[in-house]
């Protein structure tokens, strides 16, 4: 079983359409943060969220975290071809003092022009 | 910007075969982590390292894996022997002692067993 649930594990959408990815936990998480991952390359930050019922934009990006902070989404409004891209969620879970991320499987996303 | 960078970007080596992976974490962060994925498969956190010594290991980290800090800037991670399922792309990250678990990744090592 997977701490992190995230869906859809891959989308596909035409550019200029809006996109919701979930990133779905029983456990709660002291922290969860987005990740932005490229073909051959590291994960690269997007955002954390730390408290329940946060919620952050980093322009046409929009990222929520759940009250009970269990749950996380990333919304993106107007896609474009340039959004292509894995997107990951992860966590710290609650109590932990050492950093250790727990992983979504991810999400593919393609934006077609 | 500060970056951590690892060395070698791909590595292919025979089945049974040692391994070492490097990585030169940002120079003022303290905590350094290993994660690997598998093609297709999720990130999976491997190890981390505070203070010259394991913090936290996963199950994955068994008796083949080892890491090490040879001197201030290197940070290691020691395959022993080998297998075909450790092929996967190695993922060295740092952060500060401080702020929300900010970890920076480095760009990843492929490994290859044949």
């Known amino acids: 079983t997977q701490l992190l649930e995230q869906s859809p594990q891959f989308l596909s959408i035409q550019e200029g359409e809006n996109l919701t990815v979930y990133c779905n936990s029983s456990s709660v998480f002291s922290s969860l943060q987005w990740y932005r991952q490229e073909p051959g390359e590291g994960p690269v930050l997007l955002v954390t969220?730390?408290?329940?019922?946060e919620v952050k934009k980093l322009k046409r990006l929009t990222f929520q975290f759940g009250d009970a902070r269990k749950d996380s989404s990333l919304h993106i409004t107007a896609a474009q071809p340039g959004d292509t891209g894995l997107y990951l969620c992860?966590?710290?879970?609650?109590?932990?003092?050492?950093?250790?991320?727990?992983f979504g499987r991810g999400t593919q996303l393609t934006v077609w022009p | 910007e500060p970056e951590v960078t690892q060395t070698p970007s791909h590595q292919v080596t025979q089945m049974g075969q040692e391994v070492i992976l490097r990585c030169v974490p940002i120079s003022n962060h303290l905590y350094f982590y290993w994660y690997r994925q598998i093609l297709g498969q999720k990130v999976e956190f491997l190890v981390s390292?505070?203070?010259?010594?394991?913090?936290?290991k996963s199950e994955i980290f068994d008796d083949q894996f080892s890491v090490e800090r040879p001197d201030g800037s290197n940070f290691t991670l020691k395959i022993r022997s080998t297998k075909l399922e450790d092929s996967a792309m190695y993922f060295c990250?740092?952060?500060?002692?401080?702020?929300?678990?900010?970890?920076?990744f480095g760009a990843g090592s492929r490994l290859t067993v044949l």
């Open positions: 969220v730390v408290t329940g019922g």
């Open positions: 990250a740092s952060r500060t002692s401080s702020g929300a678990n900010v970890l920076t």
């Open positions: 992860a966590g710290v879970k609650r109590g932990s003092t050492l950093g250790r991320l727990y």
């Open positions: 390292f505070y203070n010259n010594e394991i913090s936290e």
